[in-house]
């Protein structure tokens, strides 16, 4: 089992934690994460195992780009990759700069919700970004129709830059610098 990287405790929902993705080990637990319907802006809708596997065990060699597993008191609970934006994701499409990072979240689906369960999530990966001092604005490219992921980004202190275009989707570039993210979650326990 991987090491865990990164922890964080929510005053509410308490233990989170990242450790750094096992592609053998679990292949099949993201493979019905990212085909669920919940998890449409995914893009791997139709993708079977073999795909999914190819797909992480690329990212597990990419020198820009890595995936890790998401546990919620000690039980896997989402996936958040990280990428250098200038490298992967967002090449050519807008000013990067020194100290960005690229970030992409997804929650387990489930039947039963938990209230502020995604904020946290998201609250934890980007306490975890930051906890890199190297890190200054945390950049995404969620696609331009997933409101509900634009408000948990405000939410958090992103700042929307305006639509890019990428071959895959009409995406909503947002960048999020340390003090922002600071700012927007003190009151919710964010440390770094």
């Not at 964080?8 to 085909?35: I, K, M, Q, S, Y």
């Not at 449409?40 to 995936?67: K, N, T």
């Not at 946290?120 to 604005?137: I, Q």
């Amino acid at each position: 089992m991987s090491a865990t990287v990164h922890t964080r405790t929510d005053p509410v929902l308490g233990e989170f934690a990242l450790r750094t993705l096992d592609v053998a080990t679990d292949a099949a637990l993201l493979h019905r994460w990212v085909t669920h319907p919940k998890a449409a802006f995914w893009l791997m809708q139709d993708a079977d195992l073999a795909a999914v596997v190819e797909e992480y065990e690329r990212i597990a060699v990419h020198p820009h780009h890595d995936a890790f597993l998401g546990l919620w008191r000690g039980e896997p609970a989402f996936l958040a990759e990280r990428y250098d934006p200038a490298q992967v994701e967002l090449v050519g499409l807008y000013d990067a700069q020194p100290g960005d990072v690229g970030m992409h979240f997804l929650c387990a689906p489930t039947e039963t919700p938990v209230h502020g369960f995604t904020h946290a999530v998201l609250t934890t990966v980007m306490s975890w970004l930051f906890a890199d001092p190297d890190t200054a604005r945390v950049v995404v490219e969620p696609d331009v129709r997933n409101t509900a992921v634009h408000a948990l980004n405000a939410a958090v202190g992103f700042d929307v830059i305006g639509p890019i275009a990428k071959p895959e989707k009409q995406a909503l570039l947002s960048i999020c610098t340390r003090e922002r993210f600071l700012a927007a979650t003190r009151s919710q326990g964010a440390t770094l």
